[in-house]
């Protein structure tokens, strides 16, 4: 069993950066794929980003690209996303996400995604 442990949330100022974590309690599948989903209130959950474990390729939504950067750390079992240029509508619980199978494309929606963390929040003011 994949327990999958956000940290990094909190309240920022619009215009403001933040980076979340994402650390894994075993190693991963080398050939895996990690992402980030958020959910605001009233608001169903949604893509924000996705990383393939082996090589480090990324896919961002359209709402997030040029400000989020995703990455991860191998030895550290950790994945970051780093957030700038914040805004308001960007406030929402963010949640980690493990896809632990052989990829061929990254995978962008939920149910693509088997194991989940409990989610970190983040609050940006206007």
């Known amino acids: 069993q994949v327990h999958l442990v956000e940290s990094g949330g909190g309240l920022v100022e619009a215009g403001g950066s933040l980076t979340l974590s994402c650390t894994a309690s075993?190693?991963?599948?080398?050939?895996?794929?990690m992402g980030w989903f958020r959910q605001a209130p009233g608001k169903e959950r949604e893509f924000v980003a996705a990383i393939s474990w082996s090589d480090g390729i990324t896919h961002y939504a359209d709402s997030v690209r040029g400000r989020f950067t995703l990455s991860r750390d191998n030895a550290k079992i950790t994945m970051y996303l780093q957030m700038n240029g914040l805004k308001p509508e960007d406030t929402a619980v963010y949640y980690c996400?493990?896809?632990?199978?052989?990829?061929?494309?990254?995978?962008?929606?939920?149910?693509?995604?088997?194991?989940w963390g409990q989610g970190t929040q983040v609050t940006v003011s206007s």
């Open positions: 075993v190693r991963t599948f080398s050939r895996c794929a």
């Open positions: 996400a493990l896809h632990p199978d052989v990829i061929v494309r990254l995978p962008i929606t939920l149910r693509e995604y088997d194991y």
